[in-house]
């Protein structure tokens, strides 16, 4: 084999090692898992780290949409029936962030505890 070409292979096995890797920092960045579910939300209340950014991995499990909505960090998503969202969630301050699914407020209620 000549240095030629295991030079190549070398650069196409670290291509892929890098290709394969998570990005620096994505692999600290924790998913809470939110379901909806006959309208609810499950859990209703979800307890994350102060300072740290999270993602909020949103199931509806539902026939219709469901719209989370949390006001106290105007967001705002549709959660297609029967699909899953991925929300890159910023680092809260320590407190209690309430959150409902606009489409069904009187059930769909929940909040965010950041401790």
Do not use: W
Not at 31 to 36: F, M
Not at 59 to 78: A, H, M, Q, S, Y
């Amino acid at each position: 084999m000549t240095t030629a070409v295991r030079a190549g292979i070398g650069a196409l096995v670290l291509g892929a090692a890098l290709a394969a890797a998570p990005p620096s920092g994505a692999q600290d960045v924790p998913e809470v898992a939110l379901l909806v579910e006959g309208n609810h939300f499950q859990p209703d209340e979800i307890r994350v780290k102060a300072g740290k950014p999270f993602v909020l991995v949103i199931t509806n499990k539902d026939k219709g949409p469901e719209e989370f909505e949390c006001k106290d960090l105007r967001i705002e998503k549709v959660v297609p029936a029967g699909k899953t969202v991925r929300l890159r969630m910023p680092a809260l301050k320590a407190g209690s962030f309430s959150f409902v699914g606009e489409y069904h407020e009187k059930t769909a209620k929940g909040r965010i505890v950041a401790e």
